[in-house]
């Protein structure tokens, strides 16, 4: 799933919406859904999907995959919520054994 990735007119409408103090921008106050996988040289991100249906439909899939089980390398997966400023919350795990 491709993200949408703002014009030059939604830019500016997004610096003006905030220089008037308002941080209420559409586009920054969107969120995405995110798996990303844990092993030991650290944090990969496999996918990102604009709804959580679609999210957790593919980390319940990739929690069903070969590879990924028999792999070894990789420890978990993890579904993320990614909101304002890059900070994400974790909303499920599976740990990889």
């Not at 106050?29 to 439909?57: C, P």
């Not at 978990?76 to 599976?94: I, M």
Request: charged fraction near 25%; proline fraction near 3%; hydrophobic fraction near 40%.
């Amino acid at each position: 799933m491709r993200r949408h990735t703002p014009d030059r007119a939604e830019l500016f409408d997004i610096a003006h919406t905030l220089e008037q103090g308002n941080d209420a921008a559409p586009a920054l106050t969107a969120m995405a859904y995110t798996i990303n996988t844990h092993d030991a040289w650290g944090i990969v991100r496999v996918g990102s999907f604009e709804s959580l249906d679609q999210a957790r439909k593919a980390f319940a899939e990739l929690c069903q995959d070969p590879w990924y089980l028999q792999d070894g390398g990789v420890r978990g997966l993890e579904l993320a919520q990614e909101g304002k400023g890059g900070a994400s919350q974790r909303l499920e795990w599976f740990a990889l054994r």
